[in-house]
């Protein structure tokens, strides 16, 4: 499965920005596809997961109510819509896949987002 992420750039703060990710090769394996984001110096962190028929969402408290993420499966690919931007979401954002929640077998190049205060 090969992940490929597009979509990053610089926004002012309480910008939106919409960041996707497309799926190709095994595609069956990408039942839960999801996003995480590393800011320099810091530790990659999860921020949304979504399954396959979108029944089962979640998100880091942190962007609850502000970021909401979406599949198109026709076309296998995964948005991160983000609204209300803060600096503190400057990072890179990663997308993953797996056929499971919590375990993430493959990985996709970041799209670097960076907020403006």
């Known amino acids: 499965v090969q992940l490929q992420a597009s979509g990053g750039g610089l926004v002012q703060a309480g910008g939106s920005l919409r960041i996707s990710c497309a799926a190709s090769?095994?595609?069956?394996?990408?039942?839960?596809m999801g996003w995480f984001r590393q800011a320099p110096g810091k530790e990659r962190e999860f921020v949304a997961a979504?399954?396959?028929?979108?029944?089962?969402?979640r998100y880091i408290d942190s962007v609850k109510g502000r970021f909401t993420i979406s599949r198109d499966n026709a076309k296998n690919t995964v948005t991160l819509q983000m609204n209300s931007l803060k600096a503190e979401d400057t990072a890179a954002y990663y997308c993953?896949?797996?056929?499971?929640?919590?375990?993430?077998?493959?990985w996709g190049q970041g799209t670097q987002v960076t907020v403006s205060s």
């Open positions: 979504i399954s396959w028929s979108g029944d089962s969402i």
């Open positions: 993953a896949a797996g056929q499971r929640d919590h375990q993430w077998n493959y």
């Open positions: 090769g095994r595609t069956s394996s990408t039942y839960y």
